[in-house]
């Protein structure tokens, strides 16, 4: 049996019962370690489940994942994802993969960031498609996720911006001459994500005029960073004030609101500094 298990947001006893109880009986235990991270090492986790712990990083999951599966038709694997296994992040490739060698699979869910913001008082029925903002390059600027959020806020809808990572990422130089030398990881904060928006805004004024549901510098924004870990820190503020705050260590994402409902415009006034 392939176990898909969600760690949840905050620390290692986040776990549901029902997961711990099923990792402590895997015969191998793998934690997807690329599109989020934990607030504690992965030998706490060790010490918690009594269990060997394996990092498996993209290159695993997405070309060797039958390494995982080894086994799993007679044994109990278990995968273990920070936040939800499915939310945001999906792995249904890896369920198909399983499906076709004939590999059941149950799932454990847990909190993940799409249901945690509405710690911010913004109703989660009001959000619209969630976008994911990239790292620019010097050379490689996309802004398509500018469009999504206006297209939110024309229908008033809210916006969940979650912010890149990149996790075992090798220079351009090393890529080309085939070195596996890895840069150090780097998350995305609210800071650099208002800061793109911003140039991003600049650009679009020259070219649209500015229209009332177009984001402007004093535009307002939620920050958001550590969501469901004891240093959770919430901003309210304006897009300008985004670009120059500092919300300390990762993780961090960004929402931009639509039409405020009174309750939700009275929620996001105790994040205000
Ligand atoms: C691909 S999603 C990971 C989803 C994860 N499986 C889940 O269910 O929450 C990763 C992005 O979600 C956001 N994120 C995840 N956990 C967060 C947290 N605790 N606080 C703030 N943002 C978070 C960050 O923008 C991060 O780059």
Not at 43 to 63: N, P, S, T
Not at 188 to 211: D, P
Not at 264 to 271: F, N, Y
């Amino acid at each position: 049996m392939l176990y898909f298990i969600g760690l949840g947001l905050g620390d290692a006893k986040d776990i549901t019962v029902r997961g711990l109880e099923i990792v402590k009986q895997c015969d191998r235990v793998y934690l997807e370690h690329y599109t989020s991270i934990l607030t504690c090492g992965k030998e706490e986790l060790e010490i918690l489940y009594g269990r060997e712990v394996i990092l498996a990083d993209r290159d695993m999951v997405e070309q060797s994942a039958d390494t995982i599966l080894e086994g799993a038709k007679e044994s109990d694997i278990a995968f273990l994802v920070v936040g939800d296994p499915f939310g945001a992040t999906t792995h249904t490739d890896l369920v198909l993969r399983a499906r076709e060698q004939g590999i059941p699979h149950r799932v454990v869910h847990n909190a993940s960031i799409m249901n945690a913001i509405g710690c911010t008082g913004l109703q989660l029925y009001n959000f619209g498609e969630t976008v994911s903002i990239p790292f620019w390059t010097e050379n490689w600027k996309p802004d398509s996720f500018y469009d999504k959020i206006m297209k939110n806020r024309d229908s008033g809808q809210h916006t969940l911006c979650l912010l890149d990572i990149k996790v075992k990422e090798q220079s351009e130089e090393n890529l080309i001459k085939g070195r596996k030398i890895f840069e150090p990881p780097r998350f995305m904060s609210t800071q650099q994500a208002a800061q793109q928006l911003l140039e991003i805004v600049v650009n679009k004024e020259q070219e649209r005029g500015t229209g009332s549901v177009h984001l402007k510098p004093d535009s307002k924004v939620v920050c958001v960073a550590r969501v469901g870990t004891e240093t959770q820190k919430l901003l309210t503020c304006s897009l300008l004030t985004a670009s120059q705050t500092d919300l300390g260590p990762p993780l961090h994402s960004l929402v931009i609101p639509g039409v405020l409902h009174d309750l939700e415009a009275d929620a996001l006034e105790m994040w205000k500094s």
